[in-house]
């Protein structure tokens, strides 16, 4: 029982936030109105100087951690949010800081690629040395679990540190009965658009959503929300999912190597190959999270492998998945990321030619670009990443979803997990009600 309250707080706590965020904003955007209106008062260009801050000036970041939060929290340390359109190199102008650190600071985030993607709501903090004045720190705040921050080691280059934090995980039951398509159903139980999409993408090759799903027919899943001290991340995953059409029923359930299996523990997502090309290609560099870099002798990691071949090379998927990147990168040339079912994400860097597009589906050895030399590169070759919950794995070594069913020794366990989920979501339908 518990575990089905809890959501119900949650949610209406969520809701509660933000219509607080919404009034905040509100409130915000008029009394901003009104100091632009306000004939003495400073340009407003004045709020991204390095000056301190004003009293009269709106409320500080903590109470408004997004949109219009005022950039300056001290003399030496600027804050900015990003903003719809929004571009590094805008916001490294807006804050006087010069385009040459901004370099230095891309050749740090070439192994992380974090500044990639910069989302509407992440926040950049620029801390400078009181009396050089020179840049010291740069912070990404990406959501309460995540945050990158740049730090100066030298003259010439930056480093970074990555703060991934654990959080705690909540469930959530989330039940719907069809009305329209299922997409519709599942946005209107509160799944997202996303959520929604990995669950269709899961059964592909078991339900035709369109023949098979009828009104009246209901499904179930099971969401895991993060908190960090008490608040939503905003990030989740789905762990279970039951789909009852007329004279049939639908499982997923997610097992700890990241894969979704039905409940006999058969596979629900295709086989990964091991290398995105075909033929040999000679290892150039290894995966390697120690390496040291041969001149600054600093720990630089290497988190994919590289292959060295010709310029020209086609590159294949490694799995079925969705182009979420297609990006050219100062030092990591042009790149494709691939997120796939579960939790696995590829990338391929220092490409030639890339013949796929954001959004676009993909399946297991498609070919998505030709192999180049583009980015910061020593010659020819291919550096591919394999990410598996977020963490880069060696690629050549890593467990990949070869097998097609759960292994015989593992089963018992898989299933007993299973029973758990099941019976969470056998609770008696009134407990779901306004979940
Ligand atoms: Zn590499």
Same mark, same amino acid.
Do not use: C
């Given at each position: 029982?518990?575990?089905?309250?809890?959501?119900?707080?949650?949610?209406?706590?969520?809701?509660?936030?933000?219509?607080?965020?919404?009034?905040?904003?509100?409130?915000?955007?008029?009394?901003?109105?009104?100091?632009?209106?306000?004939?003495?008062?400073?340009? /407003?260009?004045?709020?991204?100087?390095? %000056?301190?801050?004003?009293?009269?000036?709106? /409320?500080?970041? %903590?109470?408004?951690?997004?949109?219009?939060?005022?950039?300056?929290?001290?003399?030496?340390?600027?804050?900015?949010?990003?903003?719809?359109?929004?571009?590094?190199?805008?916001?490294?102008?807006?804050?006087?800081?010069?385009?040459?650190?901004?370099?230095?600071?891309?050749?740090?985030? %070439?192994?992380?690629?974090?500044?990639?993607?910069?989302?509407?709501?992440?926040?950049?903090?620029?801390?400078?040395?009181?009396?050089?004045?020179?840049?010291?720190?740069?912070?990404?705040?990406?959501?309460?679990?995540?945050?990158?921050?740049?730090?100066?080691?030298?003259?010439?280059?930056?480093?970074?540190?990555?703060?991934?934090? /654990?959080?705690?995980?909540?469930?959530?039951?989330?039940?719907?009965?069809?009305?329209?398509?299922?997409?519709?159903?599942?946005?209107?139980?509160?799944?997202?658009?996303? %959520?929604?999409?990995?669950?269709?993408?899961?059964?592909?090759?078991?339900?035709?959503?369109?023949?098979?799903?009828?009104?009246?027919?209901?499904?179930?899943?099971?969401?895991?929300?993060?908190?960090?001290?008490?608040?939503?991340?905003?990030?989740?995953?789905?762990?279970?999912?039951?789909?009852?059409?007329?004279?049939?029923?639908?499982?997923?359930?997610?097992?700890?190597?990241?894969?979704?299996?039905?409940?006999?523990?058969?596979?629900?997502?295709?086989?990964?190959?091991?290398?995105?090309?075909?033929?040999?290609?000679?290892?150039?560099?290894?995966?390697?999270?120690?390496?040291?870099?041969?001149?600054?002798?600093?720990?630089?990691?290497?988190?994919?492998?590289?292959?060295?071949?010709?310029?020209?090379?086609?590159?294949?998927?490694?799995?079925?998945?969705?182009?979420?990147?297609?990006?050219?990168?100062?030092?990591?040339?042009?790149?494709?990321?691939?997120?796939?079912?579960?939790?696995?994400?590829?990338?391929?860097?220092?490409?030639?030619?890339?013949?796929?597009?954001?959004?676009?589906?993909?399946?297991?050895?498609?070919?998505?670009?030709?192999?180049?030399?583009?980015?910061?590169?020593?010659?020819?070759?291919?550096?591919?990443?394999?990410?598996?919950?977020?963490?880069?794995?060696?690629?050549?070594?890593?467990?990949?979803?070869?097998?097609?069913?759960?292994?015989?020794?593992?089963?018992?366990?898989?299933?007993?997990?299973?029973?758990?989920?099941?019976?969470?979501?056998?609770?008696?339908?009134?407990?779901?009600?306004?979940?």
């Amino acid at each position: 029982m518990n575990a089905i309250w809890k959501p119900t707080q949650l949610q209406q706590k969520r809701r509660r936030r933000n219509r607080q965020i919404l009034w905040m904003a509100i409130t915000l955007v008029f009394i901003f109105g009104l100091f632009l209106l306000s004939p003495d008062s400073p340009s /407003p260009n004045r709020v991204t100087t390095d %000056e301190p801050l004003q009293a009269d000036t709106p /409320p500080t970041a %903590e109470q408004t951690p997004a949109a219009t939060t005022p950039p300056l929290v001290s003399d030496h340390i600027v804050q900015r949010t990003i903003e719809p359109g929004d571009n590094l190199s805008a916001i490294f102008d807006s804050v006087k800081i010069h385009q040459s650190i901004l370099l230095q600071i891309l050749a740090a985030d %070439e192994s992380l690629l974090a500044l990639d993607i910069l989302r509407p709501g992440n926040t950049l903090t620029f801390s400078r040395d009181k009396e050089t004045r020179e840049l010291v720190k740069m912070e990404l705040y990406i959501h309460p679990a995540h945050q990158v921050i740049y730090h100066r080691v030298d003259e010439n280059s930056f480093d970074y540190n990555e703060i991934v934090l /654990p959080g705690t995980w909540e469930q959530q039951l989330l039940s719907g009965e069809i009305e329209g398509s299922f997409y519709q159903s599942a946005l209107s139980i509160g799944l997202s658009e996303q %959520e929604t999409g990995n669950i269709t993408d899961l059964f592909k090759n078991k339900v035709n959503f369109s023949r098979d799903i009828r009104a009246g027919d209901h499904f179930q899943v099971v969401r895991n929300l993060q908190l960090i001290d008490g608040k939503l991340t905003g990030q989740s995953h789905i762990e279970a999912v039951r789909i009852f059409s007329r004279n049939q029923h639908y499982t997923a359930f997610l097992y700890e190597d990241g894969n979704y299996y039905d409940d006999r523990g058969e596979s629900l997502g295709r086989a990964f190959q091991r290398y995105p090309f075909k033929g040999h290609h000679r290892v150039s560099s290894n995966f390697n999270l120690a390496r040291r870099h041969p001149i600054t002798k600093r720990i630089s990691p290497h988190k994919g492998v590289d292959f060295a071949m010709p310029v020209g090379t086609p590159i294949y998927s490694t799995g079925d998945g969705v182009v979420t990147r297609v990006k050219n990168h100062r030092y990591a040339g042009k790149y494709v990321e691939i997120q796939h079912d579960g939790r696995y994400l590829t990338r391929y860097l220092h490409l030639s030619r890339i013949t796929v597009k954001r959004g676009q589906k993909v399946q297991r050895g498609e070919r998505i670009a030709l192999s180049g030399n583009t980015g910061r590169s020593t010659g020819p070759h291919l550096h591919y990443e394999l990410h598996v919950k977020g963490k880069a794995v060696n690629p050549l070594k890593a467990k990949i979803p070869m097998a097609a069913s759960i292994p015989k020794e593992k089963f018992q366990e898989f299933q007993q997990k299973a029973a758990e989920l099941i019976s969470l979501m056998e609770q008696p339908r009134f407990d779901l009600v306004g979940i």
